[in-house]
């Protein structure tokens, strides 16, 4: 089992940026792909983004690509995502996901750890 506590969000202007922190403990982080998801209020949690193991491959929702930016740094157990050029419809909890698999996943099923998730609020 992997612990994941994921930090960075807040109140943001449209056009604006924020980056969001996830920091990983517990079971080996370096060879395990991660996700970020969110959920807006009413409705069902969706991906945002996926980085494999090494941090050679993402992949990306349709709504974000060119916006936002995965990464990941092993040698702190943390992965990251830059949120640019944020938009009111962005704004929901973040949360990050850890899967016990070197390939990452659009599906959220495939994930085996969550954290608690963190707020992202965009005003218009």
């Known amino acids: 089992q992997v612990q994941l506590v994921e930090s960075g969000g807040g109140l943001v202007q449209a056009g604006g940026s924020l980056r969001l922190s996830c920091a990983a403990s517990?079971?080996?982080?370096?060879?395990?792909?991660m996700g970020w998801f969110r959920q807006a209020p009413g409705k069902e949690r969706e991906f945002v983004a996926a980085?494999?193991?090494?941090?050679?491959?993402?992949y990306y929702a349709g709504s974000v690509k060119g916006r936002f930016t995965i990464s990941r740094d092993n040698a702190k157990s943390t992965i990251y995502l830059q949120m640019n050029s944020l938009k009111p419809e962005d704004t929901a909890i973040y949360y990050c996901?850890?899967?016990?698999?070197?390939?990452?996943?659009?599906?959220?099923?495939?994930?085996?750890?969550w954290g608690q998730g963190t707020q992202v609020t965009v005003s218009s």
């Open positions: 980085i494999n193991w090494s941090g050679s491959s993402t």
């Open positions: 996901a850890a899967r016990r698999l070197s390939m990452a996943t659009m599906n959220d099923g495939g994930y085996d750890d």
């Open positions: 517990g079971r080996t982080f370096s060879t395990d792909a």
